[in-house]
């Protein structure tokens, strides 16, 4: 069973989100699905150097928010999904407990 998400978890995901070179990376995997990308693929679709893209990639690794499996001589980047649903109900958790909830705004995506 997975533990609760602690403050310092959120707080480090959500910083290494922060950085906007990091969340295209993220989002870029999130669209990816459960197959993710090889890491040449991302690099491709993000236009830069490979020491770039490691230094980026260390730090999602590192707050969970991302995986890497290595597949013969590829490395595959994949969203950890479960992470992002952590991270995501950690922010919902506590809404509206100290008062009524307000007329919420449908969670659709931004297109």
Known sequence: MDL?????????QLEALGNPTRLKIYRILVRAGAEGLPVGAVQERMAIPASTLSHHCKRLLDTGLMTQERQATTLICRTNYAAMAGLL???????CVEGSAPDLPTMSPPR
């Open 4 to 12: 609760p998400m602690t403050l310092e978890q959120a707080a480090a």
């Open 89 to 95: 109900g950690f922010l919902a958790a506590e809404c």
